[in-house]
């Protein structure tokens, strides 16, 4: 467990508020070493991109419901070919989420996916963004999950034009969907394509109060 007291976390939140995604991860690289992990859903690779150009060895992994879009599959193969990685691919049980309802199916296939993959880490990265949904206004650039590992969110303060940005200018993988109007990609039975203007998030569990999977809670 690592003894990073909740004093240091609100130091380096002030520290890291402002400084470039790298300098976050390297911090990290150097805190966790091989206990470090990168969590992707394949919607696009830019935090792998740059967590790849701090630590080449550094560990990434995604979660296989079982429900995901062939793009996104295919991003996944786009990005272990131009990194030269092999993605730890982590799948509970296969859902019948029509049996489901999507709390207790994003639960089983999701968070015990998730729990899964952090086994034996100390710390994990993700592409969070504030701007995602209001339920991520206050995401800090580092803070604690609720199992006590500490949790990066290096791009924390970026926008939707910073990520495509990068992307563009640094030949990063983006899932095809998203050019497709798919804003936020998630599994093929709970994402749809949202109409210009309308939030990214709108467009999953659409029709539903549905916002988180609970990954991020
Ligand atoms: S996003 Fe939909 S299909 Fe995927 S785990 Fe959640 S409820 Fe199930």
């Avoid at 003894?3 to 609100?10: G, N, S, V």
């Avoid at 080449?56 to 062939?70: E, S």
């Avoid at 994990?124 to 949904?133: F, G």
């Avoid at 467009?203 to 609970?214: I, L, N, Y």
């Amino acid at each position: 467990m690592s003894t990073i007291t909740d004093t240091d976390l609100a130091a380096l939140n002030e520290e890291f508020e402002r400084a470039p995604v790298s300098k976050v991860v390297a911090w990290a690289v150097e805190q966790f070493g091989s206990s470090l992990t990168v969590a992707s859903s394949m919607q696009d690779a830019v935090l792998i991109d740059i967590a790849h150009q701090v630590d080449p060895n550094i560990d990434v992994f995604f979660i296989d419901t079982g429900l995901h879009f062939t793009e996104t599959w295919d991003t996944l193969r786009a990005v272990e070919d131009k990194y030269g990685i092999k993605v730890r691919v982590v799948k509970k049980d296969e859902q019948n989420w029509k049996e489901l309802d999507p709390e207790h199916c994003c639960e089983a296939a999701k968070v015990a996916g998730l729990d899964d993959a952090l086994v034996g880490r100390q710390g994990w990265i993700t592409a969070l963004k504030r701007v995602d949904a209001v339920t991520r206004v206050q995401v800090p650039v580092v803070g604690r999950d609720r199992r006590g590992l500490v949790k990066l969110n290096p791009l924390a303060a970026w926008t939707d034009d910073d990520v495509y940005g990068y992307a563009a200018d640094h030949d990063v993988p983006v899932n095809p969907l998203v050019a497709k109007g798919y804003l936020s990609i998630g599994c093929a039975p709970c994402t749809v394509p949202v109409a210009p203007g309308q939030h990214p998030r709108s467009g999953r569990w659409a029709g539903t109060d549905k916002t988180e999977c609970g990954l991020h809670v």
